[in-house]
């Protein structure tokens, strides 16, 4: 693996900070990575991937990084939208071979760009109580399960309650969606033919040379070092095992040969599913922030210059959320000195991840935690990133660009 600077390469004092980030948090594991330019600059691992059998975080432990997994699913929709395949502005409807409708506005309809922007009047989770979940498990235990059934008055998984008051479109009541990046899934499947995670294998993963990643288990294999997930109980104050990945040794994938692409969308979990290193997520950062990896694109550069541009805002600022590009985040808090950086964050069983890249300076960075100490009461980010992506700046980064 070259270009990384070895850990003995950076200051002792960095190591320290780092420590007592991960005792004040109480963080299980890490894995963490800086980027300038074309480069990975520094790259290390810390604490456990698995606290029961006392297996150490390396840098080939690949762990189930949640949302940052819709950052592949929409530059899959933006591939497409580039072969003239789909556009963000047409009815999903045309898509997915049946009608999608807010029920409480019938004859508005739901586009692909309000999904990438999370204006498409689907409600969150907790409104919902992440039906979508449900859907997921069962569907990848019986792939009939349709979409239908989800988002179709009548259907198995259909609530009202996914849909909101408002219009879709409607900039001022934006909320985060799953579902919208589920749909997603489907649509992709629907045009292009293929199976989620296969499309993405050949058109992102093979294309960046990622190995270490897989957005099924059925694309797992047997030799691959995995970390579970960790979430601390209240009660006890003792961490729990949420997503249990160490572990496993076997995959099933038999369920998947009788799938038809596009009639569940969900199966591989574009909304958050996703299981890679921070290492092969540096590829895709890179990818996205230069315009190419080795040589090669995912876009063209006026299609990431679109999902780089602020397509949603809100007044409040100091909203967690306060622009959103074309599926990527445009964050005004996770360094102090630079007010907007590009990525996306994941927050999900414990674990906690971001990819984060300033434009103009041409700097990233990527860390994942698989279970550290937080509160999740409020809409503002987490102290514990703010401190990580602070040091981890100071000691790797600032010397680059100063």
């Known amino acids: 693996m070259s270009n990384i600077t070895n850990k003995n390469d950076v200051s002792t004092v960095f190591y320290q900070e780092l420590e007592e980030i991960m005792k004040r948090y109480k963080i299980i594991g890490c894995q963490a990575v800086s980027v300038y330019k074309e480069q990975v600059i520094w790259s290390d691992s810390f604490g456990d991937r698995d606290v029961e059998n006392m297996q150490s975080v390396s840098e080939n432990t690949m762990f189930r990084i949640a949302s940052i997994s819709k950052l592949f699913t929409a530059t899959a929709i933006m591939q497409l ?11 999903i409807s045309d898509y997915l071979g049946f009608e999608v409708r807010n029920p409480k506005h019938p004859n508005l309809i739901i586009t692909l760009k309000q999904l990438l922007t999370h204006t498409s009047s689907l409600t969150s989770d907790e409104e919902s109580n992440s039906i979508y979940a449900k859907f997921i498990k ?37 909320v985060y969606s799953n579902i919208g990046a589920i749909i997603c899934g489907a649509i992709i499947e629907q045009v292009s033919g293929n199976r989620f995670d296969s499309f993405i294998q050949q058109n992102i993963f093979k294309t960046l040379g990622m190995e270490n990643v897989a957005f099924s288990y059925a694309g797992m294999k047997k030799d691959h070092e995995f970390g579970n997930l ?10 729990m095992v949420t997503i249990q990945d160490a572990t496993v040794t ?5 369920s998947l040969k009788n799938y038809i692409p596009g009639t569940h969308g969900g199966l591989f979990e574009p909304q958050g599913g996703l299981r890679t290193t921070a ?60 007010k907007e950086m590009i990525g996306h964050a994941g927050e999900a069983y414990g674990l906690i991840s971001n990819l984060f890249w300033n434009e103009e300076k041409k700097f990233g960075m990527i860390f994942i935690l698989n279970g550290a100490s937080i509160n999740l009461q409020n809409n503002s980010r987490l102290d514990v990133e703010k401190e990580l992506a602070e040091v981890i700046f100071k000691h790797t980064i600032k010397q680059y660009i100063d």
């Open 279 to 338: 290492f092969e997520l540096s590829k895709f950062l890179r990818a996205l922030m230069n315009g190419e990896f080795n040589g090669t694109s995912l876009l063209k550069e006026e299609t990431l210059n679109m999902m780089k541009s602020v397509h949603w805002m809100r007044e409040e600022e100091k909203h967690f959320f306060s622009k959103m590009g074309l599926g990527l985040h445009i964050s005004h808090d996770f360094l102090s000195d630079y």
């Open 138 to 174: 069962d569907g990848q235990a019986s792939p009939s399960v349709s979409l239908k059934e989800l988002l179709v008055p009548g259907g198995k998984y259909y609530t009202p309650q996914i849909w909101g008051d408002w219009q879709p479109g409607t900039s001022s009541n934006w």
């Open 81 to 91: 939208f580039e072969r003239q395949q789909l556009t963000l502005d047409s009815d």
């Open 230 to 239: 960790y979430v601390k109980d209240e009660n006890t104050k003792k961490y």
């Open 250 to 254: 076997k995959f099933n994938i038999d």
